[in-house]
């Protein structure tokens, strides 16, 4: 069985009054998937808290596709490599709409691949390739909000 999934981006930016426009709301960029949705991950995670959306050791062992969103802003922590001497640890922030339990723009990413280099910058050294091993999401917000987190994954 597969499945398709549709992305629709679209955003405008007026800079010094010249209009930028990218995506359209109108022609999604498609991807096809070989498979129902085999992951999903949601979360409630405290003030100050931290929570592993996904682990490749306990959950599926690659994916073609992943969608994380969370309602209130939160980091999302990107491990490759856990446990080597070339672990890579990427934090990025993920927006939330500031309205709980509805997700912000979500963090997309398109398959598993990612390079391990130690910190050698450039692609002339791109490094080793390897797989997301773990994906984390810590709660960035004050103690009154916990952050509603979900994970999709498809493979």
């Not at 009054?17 to 999604?28: H, L, T």
Request: aromatic share 10%; charged share 15%.
């Amino acid at each position: 069985m597969s499945s398709k999934i549709f992305t629709y981006t679209y955003m405008t930016a007026i800079i010094n009054n010249v209009p930028y426009r990218f995506g359209s709301p109108f022609k999604p960029v498609s991807t096809t998937i070989a498979s129902d949705l085999p992951y999903q991950k949601v979360a409630t995670i405290a003030a100050a808290g931290t929570t592993t959306m996904f682990d490749i050791s306990t959950d599926l062992a690659d994916f073609d596709y992943m969608l994380l969103a969370v309602d209130f802003d939160a980091y999302v922590e990107i491990i490759t490599n856990d446990g080597d001497a070339l672990v890579q640890v990427n934090t990025l922030p993920l927006t939330g709409s500031g309205v709980a339990k509805e997700f912000g723009s979500p963090f997309i990413l398109g398959r598993d691949d990612a390079h391990s280099s130690d910190h050698v910058e450039g692609w002339g050294t791109v490094g080793t390739l390897d797989v997301i091993e773990k994906i984390s999401i810590h709660n960035v917000t004050g103690a009154s909000n916990s952050v509603q987190a979900i994970c999709m994954a498809f493979t």
